[in-house]
């Protein structure tokens, strides 16, 4: 049953009752499935739904067309913050200061974005993520969250922001925790992208499969997990959350948006890369190209 009240048909919901799964998938494939603000509390509105219907266990979140999800749209960094300008801190210092968002509108901002992420990372209900193609950025963050996560073994993940926000990007605490402090250090600090395949051995996601498998795949441990006893799912939901904010979570909320509404504020030193001035200059397809380019080191004998 698809949701008739569903107004942004970039965020599709879905219920079957017989199954007791919900299935929401972010419908935005002409960018990769990235969202806005708008995108992102129609998901939050969703997820609340599911959480306060006693005849749902389970949601799967999926992107459509293959690709979960890049994150953030980056078409408009500052939008997120009600700016109409692309400026960005860094820029000559002859633009006047009101060009960028205060540090007081970064903080409010981020502070409600970050809430969205705790609530997804707490959620009641089980949840599945259905992971192809890309899970960048805010989309990464959202694959870790999910409960049982199934993703494709050529599935770009990353969260490649830091390399013009600074490594102090989103939820760092779980980053720490599902990912192990090695791995967490080595994507923030270089913002590299990798394939999923390349931490198969890790067990960081619940299965890693062929493309092709992945919905089939998710379905199946949908099905599985919606089999359990509803009452006994939402308390081990909420014995799981205890575990994790007494053991790696404590202060993650804050601590979260605080950094993020700080690295956003950069100043770039000559030669550094800013990519919304960048973006501003030569348009985001290009300012992406250029970013690459930047960032590009080659191995030593690999060219």
């Known amino acids: 049953m698809t949701d008739p009240g569903n107004r942004d048909e970039r965020v599709l919901f879905e219920v079957d009752r017989d199954s007791r799964i919900a299935t929401i998938t972010l419908n935005n494939p002409t960018q990769r499935n ?49 700016s109409k300008n692309g400026s960005q801190a860094g820029d000559s210092d002859s633009r006047s200061a009101k060009s960028r968002p205060s540090q007081r509108r970064r903080l409010a901002v981020d502070r409600k974005s970050f809430g969205f992420y705790h609530n ?59 990912l192990g402090p090695v791995l967490a250090r080595r994507l923030l600090l270089t913002g590299d992208i990798i394939e999923a395949a390349a931490v198969e051995h890790l067990g960081v ?21 919606a089999r359990m006893p509803a009452d ?43 990519f919304v001035k960048t973006r501003a200059e030569h348009g985001t397809k290009e300012a992406f190209r250029l970013r690459d380019e930047h960032f590009h080191v080659p191995e030593p004998g690999r060219g």
């Not at 969703?46 to 006693?54: G, I, K, P, S, T």
């Not at 989309?139 to 490649?160: H, N, W, Y």
């Not at 996601?205 to 997990?225: G, L, M, Q, S």
Request: a negative charge; proline letters at 3%; aromatic letters at 12%.
């Open 34 to 82: 990235s969202y806005d603000a708008a995108m992102r509390d129609a998901l939050a509105h969703h997820l609340d739904d599911v959480a306060d219907d006693d005849d749902l266990t389970v949601v799967l979140l999926r992107g459509a067309e293959g690709v979960f999800s890049t994150g953030a749209d980056m078409n408009n960094a500052y939008g997120w913050y009600g």
């Open 120 to 178: 997804l990372l707490g959620f009641p209900k089980v949840t599945v993520g259905e992971i192809g193609g890309f899970a960048l950025g805010g989309g990464f963050e959202m694959a870790l969250m999910t409960d049982i996560s199934v993703i494709a073994r050529d599935a770009k993940i990353g969260m490649p922001a830091t390399r013009f926000l600074g490594p102090a990007l989103g939820s760092l605490h779980m980053f720490f925790h599902r």
């Open 205 to 225: 996601f619940t299965e890693t499969c062929d493309p092709d498998e992945v919905t089939a795949r998710a379905r199946y441990w949908a099905e599985k997990a």
């Open 232 to 274: 006994g799912v939402v308390i081990a939901k909420e014995a799981f959350r205890l575990v994790e904010q007494s053991q790696a979570y404590q202060g993650e909320e804050v601590a979260s948006y605080l950094f993020h509404a700080y690295g956003t504020n950069l100043q770039f030193a000559p030669g550094e890369f800013n």
